[in-house]
């Protein structure tokens, strides 16, 4: 169904259900009291309401017909009138009625309703009276037991509710239409801001599926060798966890870079491609992991906005096992080796974009090389902190590294990398469940032959 067509049977669902529960009532109240005339109109007030019920419930065009309005209005105005009547006629505290009747009837973009409201109050409120000063309807009140004969009718009464009636109601019926025309006028607003807002939404959705698509072309289709096996997803559309691989002309080394930058999306991911441009820009320094990550904090600092980016960047060389790295403030990956767990935690300094190499130098916290051994068998996993620092609720452990460290690291000793990739994928899918992520995840494992 059109959302159109559904706020206006909202609306007219409320409509006719007062006006049936308000003809009943009358009738309920009446019949014993009130000519049958007036017990032949309520009958056919009670008759319209259940035929504009149809109407309505089977989206007949004719609900949108204008000029229905002001039959409706008509047959409201009497229905008041004959309230008026059984409460006391011009003693009725019911004549408060026609004013609520003149502001409901006031709620349109034109104020042609509002006035026809008035008109008709007036018009049958005085036929009413007149009716009654002829002897034609007598005095009725069903609220007390006031004898007919105390009932009187002065020319001072008639003016002074009328006067009453007239100013009230033109003074509601100025106030609710303007304040109804503003609040139109307003919604018309919001909702050209919510269009514009809906649009600028889609551009951008648009514009990040764009970027993530880019993204992905920063990082390696594929892995490099058969024994190096990644995991990545970031934790929005883009994210600021990257990693690369550096081939040498000697085919037996492959540098392994991986980094995390501060923050999340865009921005973050930004600064992704910034790494990537200097990666593939850094020529002989790229032998060298400490040059290398000099290389890129030179390039780094005073261009990221405040935000920094830890790094980790080692060179295995798969004939000798041997693997020089450096570290830039980045977690220390975890060494499975001899049946043993273990960090590469040392040396490590500053993360990249932090401070100028100058400072570095001057601080002696420029990044140095550690080489290490490793034998066959060994299995080495570097990753980001949006693995091991995220939060579960498995009631024993507080975030998914004690999981790593007590349950799923002591597990991977007999398998081989790509298995070790999947383990921790299922496991880390099964920890977060139905939460969201805190952070990009990016996991690199390679295992040594």
């Known amino acids: 169904m059109d959302q159109s067509l559904k706020l206006v049977k909202r609306k ?96 349109y973009t034109t104020p042609r309703y509002g006035i026809y409201a008035i008109v008709n109050c007036l018009l049958f409120y005085n036929l009413m009276l007149y009716l009654q000063h002829k002897g034609i309807l007598p005095f009725v009140h069903l609220l007390t037991d006031m004898p007919l004969s105390s009932f009187s009718l002065t ?28 609040l139109i006028e307003r919604t018309k607003e919001l909702q050209i801001e919510r269009n514009l807002l809906h649009q600028r939404n889609l551009t951008i959705e ?44 000697n085919s037996a080394q492959i540098g392994i870079f991986i980094s995390d930058v501060s923050g999340h999306g865009v921005p973050a ?27 890129l904090n030179e390039n780094l600092y005073g261009k990221t906005a405040d935000n920094f980016i830890t790094a980790f960047y080692c060179i295995y060389d798969n004939v000798n096992r041997t693997l020089k790295y450096a570290n830039a403030g980045h977690n220390p990956p975890f060494l499975l080796q001899n049946s043993k767990i273990s960090k590469i935690d040392e040396p490590r300094s500053v993360p990249l974009a932090f401070a100028t190499n100058k400072f570095l130098f001057e601080k002696g916290k420029t990044y140095q090389n550690a080489t290490i051994s490793l034998q066959k068998g060994d299995k080495l996993i570097l990753y980001t902190d949006g693995l091991i620092e995220q939060k579960g609720y498995d009631g024993i452990h507080e975030s998914f590294e ?15 990398s ?32």
């Not at 496991?427 to 494992?445: E, G, P, T």
């Open 402 to 416: 004690d999981v790593m460290i007590d349950e799923i690291l002591p597990t991977l000793y007999n398998l081989n």
């Open 418 to 449: 790509k298995q070790i990739i999947q383990t921790i994928n299922s496991r880390f899918a099964q920890w977060i469940a139905n939460d969201h992520l805190a952070d990009d995840v990016c996991v690199i494992c390679l295992e040594i032959f």
């Open 155 to 182: 020319p001072f009464q008639l003016f002074s509710t009328n006067f009453t009636l007239i100013i009230t109601s033109v003074i509601m019926h100025i106030i609710a239409f303007r304040l109804y025309r503003t």
């Open 12 to 107: 007219y669902r409320l409509n006719y259900s007062s006006r049936l529960a308000w003809s009943i009532s009358l009738l309920g109240f009446g019949y014993q009291l009130l000519p049958p005339l007036l017990l032949i109109f309520l009958t056919f007030h009670i008759s319209i309401n259940i035929v504009w019920i149809i109407l309505v419930e089977t989206e007949s065009p004719i609900i949108f017909f204008e000029q229905l309005r002001y039959v409706r209005i008509t047959l409201d105005s009497i229905m008041y009138t004959l309230l008026v009547f059984i409460t006391g006629s011009i003693y009725s505290f019911c004549l408060l009625s026609y004013v609520i009747f003149v502001i409901v009837a006031s709620l």
């Open 269 to 295: 991911a930004f600064i992704t491609s910034m790494i990537k441009t200097i990666i593939l820009q850094l020529g002989q320094v790229r032998e060298n992991p400490a040059a290398a990550l000099m290389h």
């Open 206 to 249: 648009k514009d990040l599926k764009l970027a993530k698509r880019i993204q992905k072309q920063l990082i390696p289709q594929e892995n490099p060798r058969p024994y190096i096996h990644t995991l990545y997803f970031p934790m929005f559309e883009v994210g600021g966890d990257f990693y690369d691989f550096i081939e040498f002309r």
